[in-house]
């Protein structure tokens, strides 16, 4: 190996990039991350909603976007392009540009008065031009860093020479018209691409009308619209007389499977994100009569099934096999849509509102900036990756991740970003990192009389605009225990943070309350300042007078005087009350287990022990492979059982990785970097026992076992696991070979099994591709209920289509019969009817051979796994991961992660980018000596405490145990998140919650004089 | 009675009431200024005795708000918080408290509106009902 580096490059900082750096900078690196606008956070803070849970996508993003930003080992390079990379993997040299922001973020305050004093009015592009932005804006209201940016080629000032408004308004001085852009060179050992997709531009697309007709709009119009935080402030009105909508039709696949554009891929997300936004719209306009026009409804992700079911079933949304051909405006502004049904019938209907789904194609400038980089895009200009290495780029040392390698949803650019990681971690040194040791010189203020100093900030005009801060400031002086008062311009300034450590150590303060913005943001900030002169950190609390009083409150200054006062008063009540805490070290053991030999458990192990790592794989089978055995082609001509011959082979010669086959786990117990496993050989009855610090679950899932359409009757019906054997041995029925009928969906999206298997349309297809090599002649009939080839898979879909076969969609109702011509006779041939759609009747095939496309099913031993591991399933018995979007291969569990089939049914390639993943974030674990537990946690007093075990029960992350000896509760501080809910279930008082403790709450309760 | 204002003491959960707050505040929406607010980890963490405390020590009217059902990020927080709240509604009816000096809400951190319409919404309920005298200390 050449080369390794302490430095990374990622560019882009949507979801992908924000993960990537975030998994990277834990492992101890040093990243760079490069992001073009001015923000990081990418098209998610742009939607308002996520399926399938509808959790705020803004809400959910955040705390990973601050998290970004404030990581010591993270530096965030806005506004800035990469222009160049020379040199080799592991001596990689960057050159980055980053341009003129002519504001200095170092003295911004994100007042925001410099843009409500800018005259230049712009499009707002975040809100897809929905309303109008100023040329001194910043990019969204929750933007990192939150600073202000000068456009330039509005501002005034920059294109013309006149006004400097801004600079004249602006308080902190920030404004500085003569900044230039930057060059940067860095020297990193890897880059991760993230560059992300573009959306689909629909004007003179079909015969839509958009932008012609006022109440056409794209999905991502509509999803600014349904935002609270957007244009319409969530209320849903139609452009052209600003009513509610009562009807609304979505028209899918704009930009999406259609040659005609070259496009002939599915961009993946559109299905999922209409049944979204029509699930929301109703939420919104409840009489709303809502119809997605649709080739094929293709919810293929985990739960993805459920939601459109309960879209139909709760929310009333009419789905309509058909693509529309027309749409024309009516007076009224109301629209006709023009559209065919399956069987040839022209309809026409009428809605007020028209949502065109826009399909996710590749950046603009993917193929400049490819040559740049001298990496190989495919026929769509997506970043060209390969189906067994669908991270890496064409070239050495560069990964790509999110929907720059083809479209991807949330949590698929999450899983695709720490795989990357994983990847790079080769050309990376990744070392087991020290922990920095907390309150060495820290001073001892228990049992000290509480000092406690009180500084009130006036942000600029934003608090002291309103709120008589002086006033505030001085009436804090005479609280008692208040020794220092004072107020500030900005509190968050360099200036001022110096100056609080000096009043600290001028009046020996031990308590410190700032009166400002939200803690939510700022308490880190003010946190580490007062530790840097010795105070514990927790012996800090703030009043929120900005956020929560002046802004909410403007046209009322004395009313926001007098509760800023309260809230001052409040925080100094609590801050009275402080204690110093500690957190406590976990020490963190090397190694992981890995369950389960197949792909993806032997592609997590052999990540982990990339990077330096013991791991030790268990496995029930006596061979090592799982179902990839049992695979024997893949549609873009790639030898799976190479991929399984070269994995194994990696396993058996790796020094670092310990593969135990035959053999069971018999007993897991610890938690996060001190686990200890004991494992028995079923052969030998031999145990083994492990300590390793972190556990990733492998354990794959099994073909379904149907009794449906005579399997197991007939010898001519077989599963497609069974049918590829069939391909591999060119073993078909004897005789006459003609008619192949093959059913999807057996066992999946009905009742017991709600979800779609996801691999079973492509794996059908290529069969039937593969059947088309060896025997041209044959006739391929496949009943389905939607085809599902997402993505680039779309194309094999054509391509057997173009072969003659034929797809027949069948309905749960209607399901296709199969009966042998000769009931007695196992051997005989096959009759299968079905409704025909197209056709409008129904047929009859007569078949040699019918392959079933059966369901994945959970594992049953997943039960006994999960309670050892103390981790959820799902209601179908998959591992269930800690957020569906955010944390796709984490459990709430630290320190335990899940990959492959034992999350979900998944591909090949998805498997290998989700095994990389839970390597990744083992390794964030693994790469530490120890790590500090969480300072608010709960604590004991076992002389109340009288063993009920109610608050065992409440607590959600098993923190909590009965002591068998003792009779009384323990907390394992390794585990406490320091919710609280025990502590409020707790009918002793035995139990209190640090930082936020009985006393401390009571006496914020009781400190103002209200009779 | 009509220029009474009350006070209020509204109980955040950390992680969406009390960012929802902020959210309005961003938004520029206001709301009537007579809440007094503490920020708590979950709304799982709020005691029946923090409501009675506040009532004793002379607030009006209390707001509890936490994650919407489901959305908690202690996974199941607000749950048992919905089960205590199940049961205090009652106790208040049999001591001879007005139920709805006592207010609930689920609001996220993305519904700055709607926290500053419940805001709203419970200022005016409380101004209603008038001034609290039972329980209070000293009166």
Redesign the interface.
């Given at each position: 190996m050449g080369k390794k580096n302490k430095s990374v490059l990622v560019v882009g900082a949507g979801i992908a990039g924000i993960q990537a750096s975030l998994d990277l900078a834990e492992m101890g690196l040093n990243v760079h991350l490069v992001e073009e606008s001015p923000t990081i956070g990418g098209r998610m803070p742009q939607l308002?909603k996520t399926f399938p849970?509808n959790?705020?996508?803004?809400?959910i993003l955040?705390p990973k976007m601050s998290e970004c930003a404030r990581h010591p080992n993270i530096t965030v390079h806005t506004m800035a392009n990469i222009d160049s990379i020379e040199g080799d993997p592991g001596n990689f040299n960057c050159k980055i540009i980053e341009k003129a922001k002519f504001v200095d973020p170092d003295k911004c305050v994100a007042c925001g008065l410099c843009e409500e004093k800018c005259p230049v009015k712009i499009d707002d592009e975040f809100d897809m031009k929905l309303r109008k932005r100023k040329a001194i804006s910043r990019y969204f209201?929750?933007s990192i860093p939150s600073e202000y940016t000068i456009d330039q080629e509005h501002c005034l000032y920059l294109t013309k020479g006149v006004c400097k408004i801004c600079e004249k308004v602006c308080e902190a001085n920030a404004i500085k018209y003569d900044d230039v852009d930057k060059e940067i060179e860095l020297n990193v050992g890897a880059v991760i691409m993230a560059t992300g997709i573009d959306a689909f531009n629909p004007i003179g697309f079909g015969h839509f009308g958009y932008k012609r007709f006022k109440n056409v709009v794209t999905s991502l119009e509509y999803e600014r619209m349904l935002?609270?935080?957007g244009p319409l402030?969530?209320h849903v009105v139609r452009a052209s007389d600003k009513k509610e909508p009562k009807s609304l039709a979505f028209i899918q696949c704009v930009g999406s499977r259609d040659d005609s554009i070259d496009k002939n891929y599915c961009s993946s997300a559109c299905c999922m994100f209409a049944i979204k936004q029509s699930i929301i719209s109703k939420e919104h306009i409840k009489d709303m009569d809502i119809s997605i026009f649709n080739m094929d409804i293709r919810a293929f992700g985990k739960d993805f099934d459920k939601y459109y079911e309960k879209s139909k079933s709760t929310y009333d949304v009419q789905y309509i096999r058909s693509k529309v051909s027309d749409i024309s405006e009516l007076s009224n502004g109301n629209l006709r849509l023009k559209y065919v049904l399956e069987n040839g019938e022209i309809r026409f209907k009428e809605f007020e509102m028209v949502v065109l789904s826009i399909g996710l194609e590749a950046r603009k400038n993917m193929q400049d900036f490819a040559a740049k980089m001298d990496i190989k895009l495919n026929k769509y200009n997506f970043c060209r990756s390969d189906g067994f290495a669908p991270l890496q780029t064409s070239r050495e040392g560069i990964y790509v991740c999110g929907g720059m390698n083809g479209p991807k949803d949330i949590p698929e650019s999450v899983v695709a970003a720490s795989g990357a990681v994983a990847n790079s971690v080769k050309f990376l040194e990744v070392e087991r990192q020290d922990i920095k040791e907390e309150g060495t010189n820290e001073k001892n203020v228990i049992g000290d009389r509480p000092r406690i100093g009180t500084f009130v900030c006036h942000c600029g005009i934003n608090i002291a605009g309103v709120v008589d801060v002086k006033n505030v400031a001085e009436y804090a002086a005479n609280l008692p225990n208040v020794e220092h008062s004072e107020d500030v311009m900005y509190a968050c300034s360099q200036d001022f943070l110096d100056l609080i450590k000096d009043r600290i150590k001028e009046h020996d303060l031990n308590r410190v309350v700032v009166a400002a913005c939200?803690?939510?943001t700022h308490e880190p900030l003010f946190r580490e300042t007062i530790a840097e002169v010795g105070l514990n950190p927790y012996l800090f609390e703030m009043a929120?007078i900005?956020?929560?009083?002046?802004?909410?409150?403007?046209?009322?200054p004395e009313?926001?005087t007098?509760?800023s006062k309260?809230?001052v008063e409040?925080g100094v009540a609590k801050a009275r009350d402080l204690s110093p805490l500690k957190r406590l070290p976990i020490d963190i053991g090397p190694g992981a287990l890995v369950i389960g030999a197949g792909l993806s458990g032997m592609t997590a192990a052999l990540a982990v022990a990339a990077a330096g790592q013991k791991v030790y794989i268990v496995e029930q089978e006596k061979k090592s492979g799982g179902n990839l055995r049992k695979i024997f082609f893949q549609p873009d001509g790639k030898d799976p059982q190479k991929l399984l011959q070269d994995t194994i082979k990696k396993i058996e010669e790796h020094e670092n990785i310990h593969l135990f086959t035959n053999t069971v786990i018999d007993k897991i117990i610890g938690y996060v970097g001190n686990f200890n496993t004991s494992i028995q050989n079923l052969e030998t009855k031999e145990c083994t026992n492990i300590s390793h610090g972190a556990v990733i679950v492998a354990t794959g899932a099994n073909e379904h076992k149907t009794k449906e359409y005579q399997y197991g009757k007939s010898t001519r019906v077989v599963t497609q696991v069974e049918f590829e054997q069939m391909l591999l041995n060119k073993d078909f029925p004897h005789g006459k070979f003609k008619n192949v009928v093959m059913i999807q969906c057996v066992g999946s999206r009905e009742e017991g099994r709600m979800y779609c298997s996801r691999v079973c349309c492509t794996k059908a297809i290529k069969n039937g591709l593969e059947l088309k090599k060896i025997r041209q002649n044959v006739n391929i009939f496949i009943c389905h209920r939607d085809i599902r080839t997402y993505g680039f898979r779309e194309q094999y879909y054509t391509d057997l289509r173009d072969k003659g076969s034929v797809f027949i969609r069948y309905s749960p109702e209607n399901k296709p019969k199969v009966e042998l011509l000769d009931s007695t006779d196992p051997d005989s041939k096959l009759n299968v009817s079905a409704f025909d759609p197209i056709l409008d009747r129904e047929i009859i095939i007569d078949a040699d051979l019918v392959v079933l496309s059966t369901a994945i099913d959970a594992l049953e031993e997943n039960d006994i796994l999960a309670k050892m591991l103390k981790v959820p399933l799902n209601a179908d018995g998959m591992f269930l991961e800690a957020h569906v979007k955010l944390r796709p291969v984490d459990f709430?569990t630290e320190g335990v992660f899940v990959c492959g089939l034992a999350h979900g049914p998944k591909d090949i390639d998805e498997s290998i980018a989700q095994s990389k993943a839970a390597a990744s974030r083992a390794l964030t674990f693994l790469s530490k000596k120890a790590i500090l537990a969480e300072g608010?946690i709960t604590e004991v007093d076992i002389s109340k405490c009288s063993g009920c075990a109610y608050c065992v029960d409440?607590c959600?992350?098993s923190a909590l145990e009965i002591d068998p000896e003792k009779e009384v509760v323990v907390v394992n501080d390794a585990l406490c998140?320091?919710?609280?809910?025990c502590?409020?279930?707790c009918r002793c008082g035995a139990l209190d919650?640090r930082g936020?403790s009985?006393r401390q709450?009571?006496s914020?309760?009781?400190a103002?004089e209200?009779? | 009675m009509s220029d009474w204002?009350p006070?209020i003491?509204a109980i955040l959960c950390?992680?969406?009431s009390?960012?929802g707050?902020?959210?309005?505040?961003?938004?520029?929406?206001?709301?009537p200024?007579n809440i007094?607010?503490?920020?708590?980890?979950?709304s799982?963490?709020?005691?029946p005795?923090?409501i009675m405390?506040?009532f004793q020590?002379?607030?009006d009217g209390v707001l509890v708000s936490g994650c919407h059902p489901?959305?908690c990020?202690?996974?199941?927080?607000n749950y048992?918080?919905r089960r205590?709240f199940a049961v205090i509604k009652p106790l208040m009816e049999f001591i001879g408290l007005e139920p709805d000096r006592l207010q609930f809400s689920w609001v996220?951190?993305?519904?700055?509106?709607?926290f500053?319409e419940v805001v709203t919404k419970v200022t005016k309920d409380i101004q209603k009902i008038g001034p609290i005298t039972k329980m209070?200390?000293?009166?």
């Open positions: 308002d849970t959790d705020c996508s803004m809400c955040s209201l929750q935002s609270a935080s402030g969530g939200t803690p939510r929120n900005r956020d929560q009083c002046s802004w909410a409150h403007m046209n009322e009313k926001a007098e509760k309260d809230l409040m709430a608010t409440v959600a992350y998140k320091g919710c609280g809910a502590v409020a279930s919650l936020f009985n709450l009571h914020v309760f009781d103002l209200l009779t | 204002q006070k003491l950390n992680w969406c009390y960012a707050a902020d959210l309005a505040g961003v938004s520029r929406l206001q709301y200024p007094r607010v503490v920020r708590i980890p979950c799982g963490r709020v005691d005795l923090f405390k506040a020590t002379g607030y489901g959305d990020h202690y996974l199941s927080g048992f918080a205590k996220s951190a993305g519904e700055g509106e709607r500053s209070v200390k000293g009166v």
